[in-house]
């Protein structure tokens, strides 16, 4: 709530490209992402125009995975996609990847 409206904001879109730093071993690694993301959110608020903001910028995060069988990794992450302009915006993410 801002001067007595209440807005919604909303992510668009949000493009992403990272490098991954990792080491551990066979069943268990930590990694270090680097790289840039490019995003679009939108502000609405009763009675007045909505607002459209888009910004790129340096994104960061790191995170942990470890094997469950021999063909799936579960790893938690965290990620900072944009900080230091007119919006933050970070988040954690827990992934299953199957290797076939």
């Known amino acids: 709530e801002f001067e007595g409206l209440t807005y919604n904001v909303e992510v668009d879109r949000i493009f992403s490209g990272f490098m991954k730093l990792h080491f551990g071993s066979e069943w268990s690694q930590y990694y270090a992402l680097v ?7 939108s502000a609405h608020a009763d009675f007045l ?5 888009s910004d790129m910028s340096l994104s960061w995060g790191a995170g942990v995975g470890m094997k469950v069988d021999h063909k799936t990794l579960m790893s938690l992450e965290y ?3 944009m900080a230091g302009g007119d919006v ?6 827990l992934r299953f990847t199957q290797e076939f």
């Open 88 to 93: 933050d915006f970070a988040g954690f993410g």
């Open 79 to 81: 990620i900072s996609y």
């Open 35 to 41: 790289g840039f993301s490019k995003g679009e959110f």
């Open 49 to 53: 125009p909505a607002y459209r903001y």
